[in-house]
Structures are given as structure tokens and as C-alpha cells.
């Protein structure tokens, strides 16, 4: 299996893994916009595509204000390419870097092994 591919499960496993707390505890106890949508990003990048400016903040779960504030935090951040409203969404090269750093140590740690179950 590819690098990224199997990153990119993993990261969707978070993602699975962390939509469960929302069933059993307040949603706002776990609202990390931000991160999700990193995550998001990184899954859509393992398979070869890119995410709308919309698509990303409803996969997020945020309002499309909070949505878009949160996307240019990640701009100014550096994680997220610089854009205008409405483009494609995607994740900056340093910020791909960091990312195959944090799921491969989650894989070695047996964090995100669920996904090879599926």
C-alpha cells in the first residue's frame, strides 16, 4: 500500500474514530474545527483529490462563518495554500510534511490500526 494511502486511512480512522464522541458526549466538548479539516485535506490528498472551500467546512462540521474564519486562521498559519473564497482547499506542502510525520508515529503506535480492518 502506498505511503500516503495508508496515512490517509489512518487519518480517516481519527476522523471515524473521533465523529463516534459526537454520538456519546455534547458536540461542543469536541469542536476542533481545524484539525479536522487538516485531517480531512490529508485524506483527500491520499486519493488523489481536492476539496471544495464548502465541502471541506461541512465535512468539518461547521457553520459556514465559523467555516471560513477557521480557513483562514489555517492560511495565516501556513497550513492551507493562500486562496480566494470559494477555491479548492489545499494543505501546504510543510503542513503534508507534518502530517505524514504525526499518522505514520500514530501508526507505529498502534493508534490508528483499526484501518487495516477495513
Sequence with gaps: MNGDQARGKAAQCI?????????????????????????????????????????????????EDAGRRWIEHLVKDRQVAERRD???????????????KFLDEAINRGEAQVY???
Excluded: Y
Design 86 to 100: 470559494e477555491d479548492d482547499v489545499i494543505l501546504t506542502a510543510d503542513a503534508i510534511s507534518r502530517l505524514r
Design 116 to 118: 487495516e480492518q477495513t
Design 15 to 63: 476522523l471515524d474514530v473521533r465523529s463516534l464522541r459526537k454520538a456519546v458526549f455534547p458536540s461542543e466538548l469536541f469542536d476542533e474545527f481545524a484539525w479536522n479539516m487538516m485531517l480531512h485535506l490529508f485524506v483527500e490528498l491520499a486519493n488523489n483529490r481536492v476539496m471544495t472551500e464548502r465541502a471541506l467546512i461541512e465535512k468539518a462540521g461547521a457553520s
